[in-house]
């Protein structure tokens, strides 16, 4: 079983920085799928950006060049760099994982953590 932490939300004004991190403990693996999602009330959830185990990043065009995913694999732990936060940014943040044999397999994230608020404010 894997466990996923979120920390790092809060209050922001637009154009600020917050940096969210995502502690994971159990039984991970070498070669994973990591991930940042965002919900707003009424609005269903979407990806904002992946990272896997070869360290490839993704992200949605809205956060690209704003956003920085990253994994340190040492400690066990998922980043989010936000840079010039915008009030559309504002939402739960849920970190996500999936740990499999090869990456061929991942068919979606099987481990979510309980999110962390972000609120931008303009």
């Known amino acids: 079983h894997v466990r996923l932490m979120e920390s790092g939300g809060g209050s922001v004004q637009t154009g600020g920085s917050l940096r969210l991190s995502c502690a994971v403990s159990?039984?991970?693996?070498?070669?994973?799928?990591m991930g940042w999602y965002r919900q707003v009330p009424g609005k269903d959830r979407e990806g904002v950006a992946h990272?896997?185990?070869?360290?490839?990043?993704s992200y949605i065009d809205s956060v690209k060049g704003r956003f920085t995913i990253s994994v340190d694999n040492a400690k066990n732990i998922l980043y989010l760099e936000m840079n010039r936060l915008k009030p559309e940014d504002t939402g739960m943040y849920y970190c996500?994982?999936?740990?499999?044999?090869?990456?061929?397999?991942?068919?979606?994230?099987?481990?979510w953590g309980q999110g962390t608020q972000v609120t931008v404010s303009s």
């Open positions: 990272i896997d185990s070869f360290d490839t990043p």
């Open positions: 996500a994982a999936w740990y499999g044999p090869s990456l061929e397999n991942y068919r979606g994230y099987d481990y």
């Open positions: 159990g039984d991970t693996g070498d070669t994973f799928m």
